[in-house]
């Protein structure tokens, strides 16, 4: 049976993967804002703050697999993230010419 660990890093994995193939769905264009693949990821079903969601699109700009201008309110929490988009290693992970273990597209 799997531990409470492995289930988090499995459901991970598989958030990493959907907001990979929802930004490819839009491709060449950009989602405009954070708040917009928020939306997006709540009518797909997943069940995300903005905190987490927030926290997924950094892990996956320092993996390389998207890219997106970050400016910072001082008066807000999060800092205000436009334009999303897929990073070419994103595009290899979606096209399956490299694989990610830490990527899941299922």
Known sequence: MPTPTELRATL???RRGKVLRLLSIVAPMAVA??????RLLQDT???????????LLRDLKQRGCITYEAKRDPRQDLPTLRWLRLAPHGRDVIEHTVEDP?????
């Open 12 to 14: 991970t994995r598989r």
């Open 33 to 38: 804002d954070a708040d917009d693949l928020y």
């Open 45 to 55: 079903c997943e069940s995300l703050t903005i905190y987490e969601v927030h926290e």
């Open 102 to 106: 830490a990527i899941d597209l299922i």
